[in-house]
């Protein structure tokens, strides 16, 4: 072989080589992102699955003394798997995050608060993002996580297996562990700032309300599986669990009620497009 036509073949093995390389590292860096859609940090708590009463306590009194029915998730016998849930409620921090590494504009905040009185609310950082369903949703898909079930939200709020029978999340005076009507100056605060509950996760009473993935469709909850239930297939209205800081928590003399609108049994069906400061989100992920 003359010497032209082996430096030509050694010029042309070294081309294969790079390109080789670069191929590599392209696919290298695909899996890398399909692996980890979203770089953002999060505290997780993990829930031990186990068997639990859902919709243990099926009415709610209210500071009124009235009764309310067809509020609270179905009384069943429930299996639930392993997951992680956050600790916190997401903040406006981590959604500013997701929408400025997805190339998404940050919605403008409410103009009014739940009484209807023009408050303007501006983002803060450490407070709970105001987010549409649609929202938590995609937030959730980003953060390699999900919203979580109806189920799987209140087996954790109640305590999961470290529970102690409190009938709220974490104690049974909601202004232990919640921001409610009686301690929250008619507005929601900042995450993680009273008593967590069992598992250590914070605000799952009061606060904002908070998105599962599950759609609100009553007649057809006896048709999920009993085993990490999924909710109904369809509906008009999202749910939400844990009401919010808007309402009371105590009687007419001034003492916790027994069963009141924050227990972890409530859940309330909106429009998956509804934004206003009861309403904000939690992740859960698979073990």
């Known amino acids: 072989m003359n010497t032209y036509l082996w430096l030509r073949k050694k010029h042309q093995s070294k081309i294969m080589i790079k390109k080789s390389i670069t191929i590599l590292f ?3 860096l695909f899996i890398s992102c399909k692996q980890h859609p979203g770089t953002i940090e999060m505290d997780w708590v993990f829930v031990a699955g ?12 209210s500071p009124k003394g009235d009764t309310i029915t067809g509020f609270t998730s179905p009384n069943r016998m429930v299996e639930i798997s392993d997951f992680y849930i956050s600790k916190c409620e997401i903040t406006v921090k981590q959604f500013r995050e997701f929408c400025e590494k997805t190339g998404r504009n940050m919605p403008d905040p409410p103009i009014e608060n739940a009484h209807g009185k023009k408050v ?3 983002w803060i950082d450490e407070n709970p993002m105001l987010a549409t369903w649609d929202e938590a949703n995609e937030f959730a898909k980003w953060a390699g996580g999900r919203l979580p079930t109806e ?24 202004t232990e562990i919640g921001w409610v009507h009686e301690n929250s100056d008619s507005t929601f605060h900042a995450t993680g700032l009273l008593k967590p509950n069992e598992l250590g996760i914070h605000d799952m009473t009061g606060n904002v309300s908070e ?6 469709n009553p007649e057809k909850d006896s048709m999920v599986s009993l ?11 999202k749910i939400s669990k844990g009401v919010s800081w808007f309402y009371n928590t105590r009687d007419a003399h001034g003492n916790p009620l027994k069963y009141g609108i924050h227990m972890p049994e409530v859940r309330y069906q909106s429009p998956r497009d509804t934004r206003n400061d009861g309403f904000g989100f ?3 992920k698979n073990k």
């Open 26 to 28: 392209g696919l290298l």
């Open 50 to 61: 186990g068997t639990f009463e859902q919709g243990k306590n099926q009415i709610i009194i």
């Open 151 to 174: 189920a799987e939200w209140e087996y954790a709020a109640k305590g999961g297996k470290k529970t102690k029978g409190y009938r709220y999340s974490g104690s049974n005076d909601q």
């Open 282 to 284: 939690r992740i859960a």
């Open 211 to 216: 998105w599962v993935n599950d759609w609100y």
């Open 120 to 122: 303007y609310y501006q």
């Open 227 to 237: 085993k990490n239930p999924q909710g109904p297939p369809d509906g008009l209205y």
